[in-house]
C-alpha cells in the first residue's frame, strides 16, 4: 500500500490526468467540427463550380441553337 507523500503526488498526478483527458476530447469535438464545416464549405463550393459550369454550357447552346456563335 502507497502511502504518505508519495500517495498524495500520485493523486495529483491522476487529476493531472483526468483534466487531459477531459481536454483531449474538447480538443477532438473542435477538430470534428472544423472537419464538418471544411467538408460543408468544400462541397458547396464543388456544388457552385458545377452549377456555374451548366449554366454557361446552357447559354452557349442556346446562342448556337440560334446561329450564333459561342
Known amino acids: 500500500m502507497i502511502t504518505g507523500p508519495v ?9 493531472g ?3 487531459e483527458r477531459g481536454l483531449t476530447s474538447v480538443e477532438y469535438a473542435l477538430m470534428a467540427a472544423l472537419v464538418v464545416v471544411l ?5 458547396y463550393y464543388l456544388f457552385q ?17 440560334r446561329g450564333g456563335g459561342c
Open 39 to 43: 467538408l460543408v464549405g468544400g462541397t
Open 17 to 19: 490526468l483526468a483534466t
Open 7 to 15: 500517495r498524495s503526488r500520485l493523486r495529483i498526478r491522476m487529476r
Open 49 to 65: 463550380s458545377v452549377q456555374d459550369r451548366f449554366d454557361r454550357n446552357e447559354s452557349c447552346a442556346s446562342v448556337a441553337y
